[in-house]
C-alpha cells in the first residue's frame, strides 16, 4: 500500500470542507471531523500491522514510497514511514480531531476556510514527518507555517497581525537558514561523491571536513531551535500562542514544536554525529537554560494562555535535554515527552480556551473560585495540572523521568538543575490552580459547565495521559527500532573518527528491562 | 542558405506593428487591434518549435537564432499577450485614441526579440533603442494625467542618458578588442593575456551602466518607483517583466561570450551591484504605502537576486536566471493584472489601504493574489520558491556562500512587506463609509482567464517544475 493517503486524504477533505463552506457552516465541521477521525483509525490499523511486525522481527521502514520528482536536482518524493514518524502522526492526526471538535462553537467566521487550514496544518506536519527527500522536507516545514499563518491572522485575538506577522519572519528565516544547510549538504554530498541528491538516506554518511560538519550542523540546529523552541529563539512563541484561537493553540504548542524535535532527532543528530557530539554540551545547558527560564516565566505571567505557554518552552527543554544526551534512555524519554506534551499542552489551551469562550477574558487575576462554579472543568484542569507538573502515573513524568535518568549518566550537574525545573512545574501548577479554580469567587462568574463535547474531548486526553503514564511499553517499542536505527547511522557515520564518548548498554532489550515508574511488561 | 527561416519569429514580430499601423489608418476598433496583435504573437509563438526544429543554420551576422533566443523570444511574446489582454480591459475605461498603444507595444517586444537574439553590439544597440523609443511613449500614454507625463519624461531623459553610457562602453570595447561581434570577441579575449587593459575595463564599466539602468539595479534604480507609479499598470507590467527579461536574456549571452564575469573586477562589482539591490529595495519597500510603488523597490531587489544567479557563471546559474525569470514574470504579470483588473477609471486600486478586506468580497481574487505574493516571497508550492531554490543552488555550487547569505537574509527582511499587503486583505473591512473605498469592478472574461491561467502556471511551476527545468536546461544548453 502506498503512504500517499496519508497526505492526500486530509488535503482533499480540506478542499472539501473549504468548498462546503460556501452554502453551510456545519458541514465542513463533519467533513473535517470525519476526515480526521478516518486518517487517525487508518494510523491506527497501520499502528497495529507495524506492531505485528515487529512481534515477530520485522521492525524498521514500514512503507516507503519513492517517486522521481525533479530529478534534474535529483530531488525525489520520498516517503517513508518508521516507528516515529507514527507515533507523530497519530499525534497530529489524533489532535487535529480535536481542533475540529474544540472549534465546533468558538469559530463561526469564514468556517469554511477555517477547516481548510486545520487540514492543510494536518497534511503538512504529516508530510513533514514522513518525508525522507530533504527538499521535500523543507517543502512541507514551510507549507505548515501557511495555514498557522491564516489561523492566527483572521481567527485570533486582539493583537493578532502582529503576533502572526512575527512568527511567519521568525519561522521563515530560520527555514531559509536550514535551506542553506541542506544546499550545503548536497553540494558537499555532490563533490565527494558526484551525485546530486536530496535524499537523506544517501546523505546520511556523507564524509565531510570539522568545519563544513560544525557549520552545516548549526544551520540546521538553529532552525529546529526556532520551532522547538530553545531560548534565546522562542520570542514568537508566548505572542503566537496567546493570540491564535484554540484550534491554532493546540496545533502550535501539540504539534508544530515537536517538529523541531523531530528535525533535531532525524537530521542533527544523524548526519552530523560528530558535530552535534561536540556541541552536545552547549545544546544541553540551553536545554537547562530552556527548563528553568520557561518554568520562571510562566510564574510571572498574568495572562493565563501566555503562563501555559511559557510552561511549553520548559517542557520542550527536557525533549532537547534527551536528544542530546544520546543514550537510549534519554531519546526514548524525549519520544514520551513529546507525545505527553502534545496531549497535556493541548488539554491546558483547550480549558483556557473554553474559560476565555465564557469570560472573555484570559486575566489570571480576574479568575478565582471557579471550582465552585465549573466542578468539572476544575477537575479536568487538576487533572492536567498534575500531568503538567510530572505526577507519577501520567505520561510527562515517565518522559521527564526517563530524560533524567540517562542525561544523568551523561552529566551530573545539569541533570540536577533540571531536576529543579520539575520543582519550579509543581509551583507554577499549583499557584494556576489556586488562582483560578480555589479561594473565592471574587469575578462574581456565573458559568456554564463543561458540555457533552467539550468533556468528550477532555476524557480522551484524559485517557491518553493515563494510558501513556501507566503503560507505555507499547510506545516505547514502537519507538524503540527507529530510534536505534538512528543511533546506527549516527555510529556509521563517526566510525571513522573517535568512538562515542558515552557508551551505553544497547539494544531494545536492555531497554525493556528498565521498567519506568513500574510500567507492567506486556 | 536558408537564413530567413531561422528569423522568421523576429520578421514576424516586426510585421505585427507594421499590419497594425496600415489598419489604424483606415479603420479606428480597440477590439480588432488587440485581435490582430494577440495573432501577431500567438503566430511567433506557433512558429518557434518549427524554426527550432529546422536544420537552417541558426546564426546570422547579427543575430543568432539559436534555442536559447527562441526560448526567450517565446518568453516575451507569450508576456506580450498577456499584456496586451490587461491593456483591453484597462484602456476601455482611458481616454482619448487607445489603437496606437498596441503598435508600441508590439513594437518594443520586436526590439526585446532583437536583444535576445543579439550576437552583436550593433544588434544589442539597435534592439534596445526600438524598446526604449516604444517605452518612452508607453510609459506617458495617458498623457492628460501629470504622473503619467512626469514619468515619461524622467525616463526619457535617463534611458536617453544610459544608452550614452552604453554606446561609449561599446566603442572603448571596440578599440579594445578591434570586433565588436560576441564570439569573435570571446576567441580574441582567450587569445590575449588575463590581466585586462583599462580600456576594456571602463568598457564594461560602462556597458554595465547602461544595462544597470535597464534593469534599475542600485545604484541606477532611481527612475524605478516613479516610473512603475506613474504608468499605465499594464505597462508598469511589461516594465518589470519584458523590458527587464530581455535585458537579463542579453546579459547571459554576453557573459557567456564576450568575457564578461572571467574578470574578478567586473564579477565584484556584478556583486556589489547585487547586494545594493537586495537590501536597498528591500529596505525601501518596507517603507511603502502605494503597491506600484512597493513592487518597484521588491523588482530592484528581485533582479539582485537575479544577479547572483548570473554572477554564479556555471552551467546551473544560467538555468536558474532563466527559471527564475519565468517564475517572476509570471507572478509580477499576475499582480499587476490583479491591480489593473481592480482598477476603474475613478481610482486606481494602488494603495495598500484599497485592499483591506479584499478577502470577504473578493475570495478567489484574494486567494490569487495572496499566492503571487507568497511567490514572490518564495514559499514553498509556488513558481517562485522553485526560482529561489534554484538561485540559492546555483549560488553554493560556485561557492558564493556570502553572497547567497545576504540573498536570504535580505529576503528575510522582504517578506515583511509582503506579508502586509497579504493581511491586509484578510482584515475586516471598513466601516467607515468615507473611506477611499476599494475598487469592487467585476473582471472581463479574458481578464479573469489570463489571471487563472497564471494563477495555475504559478502553482504547476511550482509543484511539478521538472518539465520547464527540462526545457530550460535544452535552450540553455544551446548558448555554452
Redesign the interface.
Known sequence: MSVAWILLMPLAGGLAAWIAGRWSDLWPRWISLGTALLHLLLLLATWGVFFAGIETGQGGWLVVYKQ??????GISFHLAVDGLSLLLLLLTSFLTVLAVLTSWRSVTR?VG?FHFNLLLILTALSGVFIAFDL?LF??FW??S??PL??LI??WGYENR?YA??KF??IT??SG??M??AI??L??VH?QSTGVMTFDYLELVGTPMSKATAWWLMLGFFIAFAVKLPVVPFHTWLPDAHTQAPTAGSVALAGLVLKIGAYGMLRFVMTIFPQAAADFALAAMILAVVGILYGALLALGQTDLKRMVAYTSISHMGFVLLGIFTWNELALQGAVIIMLSHGFSAAALFMLVGDLQHRTHTREIDRFGGLWAVTPRMGGVGLFFAMASLGLPGLASFVGEFLVLLGAFRVNVPLTVLASVGLVAATIYSLWMMQKVYYGANTGEWKLDDTSGREMAIMASLIGATLWLGLYPQPVLTTSGDALAQMRQFADKARAPASRPPVKEVQGPKAMASIPPDGGRRP | MNVFGALTPIVLLGLTPLVLMLVISFRRSHGLVVVLSLAGLALTVAVLPGVAASTAPPVAPLLAMDAFALFYIGLLSAATMVVVVLSYGYLERAPGNREEFYLLLTLATFGCAVLAASNHFVSFFLGLEILSVSLYGLVAYLRTTRTALESGVKYLILAAASAAFLLFGMALIYADLGTMDFTAMNSVLAGKAREPTLLLLGGFGMVIIGAGFKLAVVPFHMWAPDVYQGAPTPVTAYLTTVSKGAMVALLLRYSQYGGLLDYESVATVLAIIAVLSMFLGNLLALLQENVKRLLAYSSIAHLGYLLVAVIAASREGSHAVTYYLVAYFITSLGIFGIIAALSDERKEADEVSDYRGLFWRRPWVSGALSLMLFSLAGIPLTAGFVGKFYVLTAGVLSDLWALVILLVVSSVIGLYYYLRIIITMYLSAPDDPSSPLPATRRFSLPEGLVLAGLTVLLIWFGVYPAPLLGAIQAAIGSLT
Open positions: 522521481p520528482w525533479i530529478p534534474q536536482l469564514s476556510f527538499f523543507f517543502a514551510e507549507i507555517l501557511l499563518y491564516f491572522g483572521i497581525v502572526t506577522t511567519f519572519i521563515q528565516g531559509l537558514l535551506l542553506l544546499l550545503g548536497v553540494v555532490w
